[in-house]
């Protein structure tokens, strides 16, 4: 399945996070402007929000000021 536009650019933001193993509270509030900017959280926004919310919770993704 090919990803929606919004997907995408939430995939580039958390694969950025899983390397670097933080992310900033911006580029968090980002992501969550982004998936919700249009009203509907699809599928892919989903799977990819819950990825990064178990990576903060297991702490292998930081969020920092």
Excluded: F, N
Excluded at 18 to 38: F, L, V
């Amino acid at each position: 399945m090919k990803l929606s536009s919004s997907a995408h650019t939430l995939r580039h933001v958390i694969e950025k996070a899983m390397e670097d193993h933080y992310i900033t509270k911006a580029e968090y509030e980002m992501i969550i402007h982004q998936a919700t900017e249009d009203g509907h959280i699809d599928r892919q926004e989903q799977a990819l929000l819950k990825e990064l919310q178990d990576m903060i919770a297991d702490r292998s993704v930081k969020i920092v000021p």
